[in-house]
T-cell receptor, first 116, second 113 residues
């Protein structure tokens, strides 16, 4: 139990499909993140939400669309993806207040996405 | 953000102590050093964090010299289950706002029987 739950664990989709990845955190954190981890590459930060507001968009293509309806849930909507988008997509959360210690990242176990 | 350099891979045997050193020559005054561990098909897991001298928890120790330009993660008596990728990151956890730490390539540790 990591405190951060991601579903589904595995997803296979065609290039014309639309799908969504879901992340839920049970830690009372205020910041949530999407990372992409491709084979043999470092983790790449995609998006950051702080108090449900998007504060970072790391030059991510528009075929990836994040949504943060509340501080516990984060979605990544996918449409018209390319085969090179196949990767492990990781969600993370951290405590995030302007006047206090920023806790380390807590990651989920990711969604393994394969685009065919 | 301070850049970190660490060995790409290391090998060890069960029961040995493993020390992984990370260089961060341009670490800023307010930066802390944080280490994460990642197993295949899982998200990274926080191991330890420190600012200076030595920090120890139930999993590892972190040694930071006075100039803070490097740090060493020490794993006592490793087992096969310690086979993983270990990431060293530097950043300011008191900066407020979101966590800006950037992951590098990490060190792939293989523990052999």
């Amino acid at each position: 139990e990591t405190g951060v739950t991601q579903t589904p664990r595995h997803l296979v989709m065609g290039m014309t499909n639309k799908k969504s990845l879901k992340c839920e955190q049970h830690l009372g954190h205020n910041a949530m993140y999407w990372y992409k981890q491709s084979a043999k590459k470092p983790l790449e930060l995609m998006f950051v939400y702080s108090l449900e507001e998007r504060v970072e968009n790391n030059s991510v293509p528009s075929r990836f669309s994040p949504e943060c309806p509340n501080s516990s849930h984060l979605f990544l909507h996918l449409h018209t993806l390319q085969p090179e988008d196949s990767a492990l997509y990781l969600c993370a959360s951290s405590q995030d207040t302007a006047s206090s210690y920023n806790s380390p990242l807590h990651f989920g176990n990711g969604t393994r996405l394969t685009v065919t | 953000l301070a850049k970190t350099t660490q060995p790409i891979s290391m090998d060890s045997y069960e029961g040995q102590e493993v020390n992984i050193t990370c260089s961060h020559n341009n670490i800023a005054t307010n930066d802390y050093i944080t280490w994460y561990q990642q197993f295949p098909s899982q998200g990274p897991r926080f191991i330890i964090q420190g600012y200076k001298t030595k920090v120890t928890n139930e999993v590892a120790s972190l040694f930071i010299p006075a100039d803070r330009k490097s740090s060493t993660l020490s794993l006592p008596r490793v087992s096969l289950s310690d086979t993983a990728v270990y990431y060293c990151l530097v950043g300011d956890p008191f900066s407020g706002g979101y966590n800006k730490l950037i992951f590098g390539a990490g060190t792939r540790l293989a523990v052999h029987p």
